[in-house]
């Protein structure tokens, strides 16, 4: 098993793109002696750029995620279906969702790679697939670490045949995104202990994703061979997540076993608490990211703004039922607690 050194405790807060992962989360993170990421994911490279500079202000390490900008396809006639199918879903906000129009792009990246190699932060971390290998190089020769999200052996061994200094093993109890390298394919649901000890035999760090909310969980999977265990549903609810109220409040008053794996909100695997939206659209919805995140993503702030739960993506991993109105070092010490 690798050591981790990145911080005092070999535990991670996860980047949580869309604004669940704030500044202040990552600064509470580290009050813990913990290591938190940034989740450059949907943000422009502005203001990624100032989050990053808040935290080097508090003489904070963290780490940046960015989003590998791997389309998942989809032609007009899909997308237009689709759209046309959302109507009734935007029209209590008097939003055409009908007449959106289908939206690729890349999130920056090529400018966020830059900004990362103009200010290299410890630890640089890449979802949904592969980086350049001139990327990987440039990001390492600047001093960075680079970790890659993997969801299966050969991912993993894709990703160390790249160069990564370490890999994210994300099993499927995650939540959020998949960083699936092959969305169109189901990611088997492999139990975290195992998949760490699958990683961990490629002999580089690994970090441990997916499910985790009890400290019981994590000397398991440290002896499995992960160096660190990151965690994200659990920090949720705390005062520093930038999480909506209407996500915060629906995680507290969700029942057991709610969370579901859906592609409805962005054409991309994702884990989610079950709703009305995913219930009405789980059989019809196409693939294809980020055309459909941009198609749903004015319904899915009009829904947060509102309080209506039944059409908001309520990203939760499986622990969902651990996350707590705690401040986020609280939360993480006792995470802490049976190491």
């Known amino acids: ?31 813990a ?7 450059g994911g949907y943000k422009t490279p502005e203001a990624l750029a100032a989050e990053a500079e808040q935290l080097r202000q508090l003489d904070v390490a963290f780490g940046i995620n960015l989003f590998v900008p791997t389309a998942v396809p989809i032609i007009e006639p899909d997308f237009r279906r689709y759209a046309a199918e959302l109507a009734a879903e935007g029209e209590p906000y008097g939003l055409d969702l009908a ?45 960075s670490q680079v970790f890659i999200t993997v969801t299966t052996p050969a991912e993993a061994q894709a990703a160390r045949d790249l160069g990564a200094d370490g890999l994210i093993a994300q099993s499927t109890e995650a ?64 005062p520093e997540s930038g999480a909506s109220e209407t996500h915060k409040q629906a ?20 884990r989610a608490l079950t709703n009305d939206f995913i219930t009405r659209h789980a059989t019809t919805a196409p693939l294809g990211y980020p055309a459909i995140h941009h198609l749903t993503r004015p319904l899915r702030a009009a829904a947060a703004a509102a309080g209506d739960s039944t059409r908001l993506h309520l990203w939760s991993g499986t622990a969902y039922q651990q996350a707590q109105r705690t401040p986020a070092h609280a939360v993480l010490t006792a995470l802490a607690s049976d190491l």
């Not at 492999?190 to 690994?206: C, E, F, K, N, S």
């Open 99 to 143: 007449a959106a129009p289908l939206v690729e792009d890349d999130d920056h990246w090529q400018a966020k790679i830059d900004l990362l190699l103009q200010n290299p932060p410890p630890v640089v971390s890449f979802t949904f697939g592969l980086p350049e290998r001139a990327a990987v190089t440039a990001l390492q020769r600047a001093g």
């Open 251 to 270: 995680l507290a008053s969700a029942g057991p076993a709610r969370t579901v794996i859906t592609h409805a909100f962005t054409g991309r695997p994702a």
């Open 1 to 31: 098993m690798s050591k981790w050194t990145a911080s005092d405790l070999p535990i991670v807060a996860a980047p949580m793109a869309g604004g669940a992962t704030t500044p202040a989360l990552v600064a509470g993170a580290a009050a």
């Open 175 to 238: 939540g959020g995104h998949s960083g699936t390298h092959t969305p169109e394919v189901p990611v088997p649901a492999v139990p975290l202990g195992d998949l760490v000890r699958q990683v961990a035999a490629l002999d580089v760090p690994v970090i441990a994703a997916g499910g985790i909310g009890h400290s019981h969980q994590i000397p398991p999977l440290l002896e499995a061979g992960a160096a660190a265990v990151m965690v994200g549903t659990v920090l949720l609810r705390t």
């Open 33 to 39: 002696g913990a290591f938190g990421f940034l989740a």
